[in-house]
């Protein structure tokens, strides 16, 4: 094998590959969780998560859009009756609330892509390409400061996207472009938090609890059909991110999708194995290209 050889396979190797050469990973590990099926009634939205207790958690890391310090260890727990959809999301943090401001008070979002095509970053394809659209994704938008805890919030019955408590449905093709679900809304949820006195500063976790019918109501909704798949992103905003409150792009996400197989366990690609086969073969044939370099020099 020439040298010219190995050192176009090698880059053509570094340029298909989603990572770059060392340890430094540009795609994402995904998550894979399997939906449980319930029965209609198992579980109530009402903000307490007891009647969640057999159902398993996906562990989920949130991190820093504007890379700030730290990270959220957040569960989720998705169930399913066949007609509704069912979330739980637990996020460890200080309660702090202010009535009637939502950037004083924490806000949550879900992200799914109406189609698996379409990008996963608000319908872009990925950081780097934020202002093209690949396609829709549909968006659970909850500021909770527009609430009350303990009190159900979503759908008022009118077609505009927005719901009372601020748990609103959204759609985007790009960051840039998000827009009111003019149609039906048709989230319903209650949010709460493990203090007991509800006093700014209390250690605990908030507690986020809604549904949806699984079927789309329009073109803007994603569906979550039983026996498909689903890939999921969260947001939290922490009303503690500056003096005044959370900003817009301080939000924590998941980088990896949570990717929901509703009824069977999903499979998701190991991306640390493969970057570690990429590099293993990136290695090798450093090797070889210098054994060649060797004994062509040594010939001469």
Not at 205 to 213: G, H, T, V
Request: glycine share 12%; no cysteine; proline share 4%.
């Amino acid at each position: 094998m020439q040298l010219k050889t190995v050192s176009i396979i090698l880059l053509g190797l570094m340029l298909v590959s989603p990572y770059s050469v060392g340890a430094q990973i540009i795609g994402h590990q995904a998550t894979a969780y399997k939906a449980t099926k319930i029965t209609s009634g198992d579980i109530k939205i009402d903000g307490d998560s007891s009647d969640w207790s057999d159902i398993p958690a996906a562990d989920l890391e949130l991190e820093s859009y504007k890379k700030l310090p730290g990270e959220y260890k957040i569960d989720v727990k998705i169930a399913y009756d066949g007609t509704t959809v069912y979330f739980l999301v637990e996020i460890p943090d200080e309660y702090f609330f202010t009535a009637g401001n939502p950037e004083m008070s924490p806000a949550l979002a879900m992200a799914t892509p109406i189609n698996a095509s379409e990008g996963a970053h608000m319908g872009a394809p990925s950081e780097d390409n934020l202002d093209k659209s690949e396609g829709f994704v549909d968006i659970m938008h909850w500021e909770t400061g527009l609430g009350e805890h303990g009190v159900v919030a979503g759908d008022n019955g009118t077609a505009t996207g927005k719901g009372i408590g601020g748990l609103d449905d959204e759609f985007a093709s790009t960051p840039f472009d998000r827009h009111d679900d003019v149609g039906e809304n048709g989230w319903t949820g209650v949010w709460d938090h493990t203090t007991t006195t509800y006093t700014n500063g209390d250690a605990g976790k908030y507690i986020f609890e809604y549904s949806r019918s699984m079927n789309a109501a329009e073109d803007t909704d994603a569906s979550y059909k039983d026996g498909g798949e689903s890939e999921i992103f969260f947001a939290y905003w922490n009303p503690q991110e500056t003096g005044d409150g959370w900003t817009a792009n301080g939000h924590y996400t998941n980088e990896g999708a949570l990717v929901v197989g509703f009824g069977f366990e999903p499979s998701v690609p190991n991306l640390w194995l493969i970057q570690g086969s990429v590099l293993a073969v990136i290695v090798i044939l450093i090797g070889v290209g210098g054994y060649v370099f060797w004994k062509k020099k040594k010939a001469a």
